[in-house]
């Protein structure tokens, strides 16, 4: 079955950085399209960045040139660097497998990893 491991997350100062890291089984990692989710307290969960099997990559417009994408098949893990953080990033992340639409692929989710950010 699907499993999607989120971890990486914490408490930092605005201006800060985070890496989080996704393991997941349970799927071909490799020919998948994979994307960072968040869902804000009373928000809907939200794709804010994207990466296909070759690479390419896609950012929603409020983390554009702060956050970057990457994966590393050979681990079945995605990563997400998150820099000069804002307090309106904070909000619990999670990975799935990314539709064009920016919808999840899956409806399982893992647990996530939350992410806070203080001014």
């Known amino acids: 079955q699907v499993q999607l491991v989120e971890s990486g997350g914490g408490l930092v100062r605005a201006g800060g950085s985070l890496r989080l890291s996704c393991t997941a089984s349970g799927i071909v990692f490799s020919i998948s399209p994979m994307g960072w989710f968040r869902q804000a307290p009373g928000k809907q969960r939200d794709l804010v960045a994207s990466i296909t099997s070759g690479g390419n990559t896609n950012y929603a417009t409020s983390v554009k040139g702060r956050f970057t994408i990457s994966r590393g098949n050979t681990k079945n893990t995605l990563y997400l660097q998150m820099n000069s953080l804002k307090p309106e990033d904070t909000a619990v992340y999670y990975c799935?497998?990314?539709?064009?639409?920016?919808?999840?692929?899956?409806?399982?989710w893992g647990q996530g990893t939350q992410v806070t950010v203080s001014s």
């Open positions: 799935n497998v990314a539709r064009s639409s920016g919808s999840s692929y899956y409806p399982q």
